[in-house]
């Protein structure tokens, strides 16, 4: 028996029977999702060994399009870790900031044209749920797979659209994971919804300061407090300081 044949086991969860990789997977993601918020660069690693959680999960239940997800999010995030720690080495901090809106174009067309064309190779091979799923559950997990890759591409561009991107991936994933019997994946995307909520006003808040308006606030300039104008008479910062560094700049370990 394998070491590690004990995650595809289930254990009951307040009266769910939950399988144990999908659980501590889960658990895993919310952490990764707080670390976002944090912009703290152990997000990516811990993002890492949860999808290879989830990973297993997501096979146990014959959810191809889930599993591949998990696949492509393991190599994204690598990528999205190598991302960040450049950034922090170059700035100082891992800043943020409104995409324009020809990048929010792109990612919305991105959206809508990927998810149609991977529901299509998803059917074509019988590769989501099982051979003559209906196109509604099809359509569906193409939806989240699409829509958590551009998610993490948007957060090691460190968009805070990417925010919106996982929004758009739980509104689908919570009933799609409680009808695939994934109890505690739906309870986690609704956790996600909050913590998705908080962490827009949180990046919206530290995003730095640009002609781009915010989706939220038409024509508005969004500015950090590191980057507004100091008072006339008052003298600049000091090199080093956390201020001079920007707000949440201590966060970027």
Do not use: C
């Amino acid at each position: 028996m394998s070491a590690f044949s004990w995650l595809n086991e289930q254990f009951s969860f307040f009266g769910l029977d939950v399988y144990w990789s999908d659980f501590l997977g889960n658990i895993l993601a919310l952490a990764t999702v707080w670390l976002a918020l944090r912009r703290l660069l152990i997000a990516w690693p811990v993002q890492i060994l949860g999808s290879v959680l989830l990973l297993i999960a997501s096979v146990n239940v014959d959810l191809g399009g889930n599993a591949a997800r998990q696949v492509v999010i393991i190599a994204s995030a690598s990528w999205g870790w190598a991302t960040w720690r450049r950034s922090r080495e170059k700035e100082g901090a891992i800043n943020v900031r409104w995409a324009s809106w020809r990048e929010r174009a792109v990612l919305l067309t991105i959206m809508i044209v990927g998810t149609f064309a991977f529901a299509s190779l998803l059917k074509a091979t019988d590769a989501s749920f099982y051979p003559g799923a209906p196109w509604w559950m099809v359509l569906a997990d193409a939806w989240i797979f699409v829509g958590s890759i551009l998610a993490m591409y948007s957060q090691a561009r460190r968009y805070v659209e990417f925010w919106f991107a996982w929004l758009a991936v739980d509104l689908v994933g919570v009933p799609l994971a409680i009808h695939s019997e994934l109890y505690f994946s739906g309870i986690v995307y609704a956790i996600f919804f909050v913590m998705v909520v908080i962490g827009i006003r949180d990046w919206a808040s530290r995003s730095k300061a640009q002609e781009i308006a915010s989706p939220l606030e038409s024509a508005v300039v969004v500015e950090s407090r590191s980057e507004a104008a100091p008072a006339a008479g008052a003298p600049a910062p000091l090199a080093g300081t956390d201020k001079a560094r920007g707000p949440g700049a201590a966060d970027d370990r």
